[in-house]
C-alpha cells in the first residue's frame, strides 16, 4: 500500500461524498486506501459510508476534534506515506501520483508535503504559512488594528511557487506525510480539538530537522466553510473561542513557559475589545472572556 488517505468527517455527508468519488474517479498508478474517522455525526453518514466497500469506516461515537481522530486514523492505515485529507475537498487531477512521486524523489528530509489550494474558480489560496508567535499576534491585535484605522496598512501578499517551496507548515486540508516521521516526531498532540495542531506537529517536524514543503502540480480544491456546524454553538463561539484556545495550547507547547506565562498575563487584556464588537451576543462575550483566563492542561 502506497498512500493511506485519512479523512476526518463531522455532519459533513454533502461534501465527503463528492471528495470520496473524486478520488476515486482521478486516483491511478498509485495504490492507495480510503479511512473515513467519523466523529460521531448525526446526518446519516455512519449508514452510507459504512457501507461503501472503497471505504474503510472507523466510528468513534463521539466528536474527538480533527488530531484525535487522525490519530486513530493512523493506527488503521497500512500505507507507508499518510495523506490527511479534508473532507470539504475535491481532487482535479491525478494529485495523489503527483504528491507520491514527488515525495518519494525527495533530495532532503522530507516533513509534510502539500499543495497549492485552489477555490472553485481556480484561484489560489490558503495553503501554507509561518509558524505562529507569539510577537506577531502583539502586531495582529495591536499595531495591524492602528495601522488600517490610519489607512496606512498593505497585506502582505502570498507568494506561490511555480514548482516547490519549503515552507513553516502546510495546511491540514491536505498533508502527505510518511509514517517514519509520524514514528520519529509524534503523532497529532492530544490536547488540541480544533485549530493549530498541523502547525505544532510540523514545528515539531522543523526541530528534527525536517522540511516542510509545498508544491506546484496537484490541484486539489478546498470548499472552505463547507464544513460541519453542530447547531449548538455560534460561529463566534465555534471559530473565535476554539482558535483562541488551540493558540494557547500551542504557545504552551513551542515557547519557553517564561514568554507563556507574561502572553497569558497581558493577552487578555488586548482581547477585550470584543465587549466593543456589535454582532457578538453578550452571553458569547461572557464565554470568550472567561475563555481568555483558563488554565491550559496538556
Not at 211 to 224: A, F, K, Q, T
Request: aromatic letters at 12%; a neutral charge; proline letters at 4%.
Amino acid at each position: 500500500m502506497d498512500i493511506s488517505i485519512i479523512i476526518v468527517n463531522y455532519n459533513t455527508l454533502h461534501v465527503i461524498k463528492p471528495c470520496i468519488e473524486s478520488i476515486v474517479t482521478l486516483t491511478h498508478d498509485v495504490s492507495y486506501e480510503i479511512i473515513v474517522v467519523d466523529n460521531g455525526s448525526t446526518d446519516g453518514s455512519a449508514e452510507q459510508l459504512s457501507s461503501d466497500p472503497r471505504i474503510r469506516f472507523i466510528a468513534t461515537g463521539e466528536n474527538l476534534g480533527f488530531g484525535k481522530a487522525n490519530n486513530i486514523g493512523i493506527k488503521h492505515a497500512k500505507g507507508d506515506l499518510l495523506f490527511f485529507l479534508n473532507s470539504d475537498t475535491l481532487l482535479v487531477n491525478n494529485a495523489l501520483k503527483m504528491l507520491f512521486d514527488f515525495a518519494t524523489q525527495y533530495n532532503g528530509r522530507l516533513g509534510a508535503l502539500g499543495c497549492v489550494l485552489e477555490d472553485t474558480k481556480g484561484n489560489a489560496i490558503h495553503s501554507y504559512g509561518p509558524f505562529p508567535t507569539m510577537s506577531y499576534d502583539w502586531k495582529k491585535l495591536v499595531w495591524i488594528p492602528i495601522k488600517k484605522a490610519l489607512h496606512i496598512y498593505k497585506e502582505a501578499e502570498t507568494v506561490y511557487p511555480d514548482t516547490w517551496l519549503r515552507v513553516d507548515y502546510v495546511t491540514g486540508a491536505d498533508m502527505l506525510v510518511s509514517r517514519h516521521v509520524l514514528e520519529e516526531c509524534g503523532t497529532f498532540h492530544p490536547a488540541f480539538f480544533m485549530y493549530f495542531e498541523e502547525s505544532e506537529l510540523q514545528h515539531r517536524f522543523h526541530q528534527h530537522g525536517y522540511d516542510n514543503v509545498i508544491v506546484r502540480g496537484p490541484r486539489i480544491i478546498h470548499l472552505e466553510g463547507e464544513g460541519s456546524n453542530d447547531g449548538k454553538t455560534s460561529k463566534f463561539l465555534r471559530d473565535t473561542y476554539r482558535q483562541q484556545k488551540s493558540e494557547y495550547i500551542y504557545f504552551r507547547l513551542t515557547e519557553p513557559y517564561w514568554k507563556y506565562v507574561m502572553y497569558r498575563i497581558v493577552h487578555p487584556i488586548l482581547r477585550q475589545t470584543v465587549w466593543l464588537n456589535p454582532h457578538v451576543s453578550l452571553a458569547d462575550k461572557w464565554t470568550f472572556v472567561k475563555q481568555l483566563f483558563v488554565r491550559i492542561k496538556l
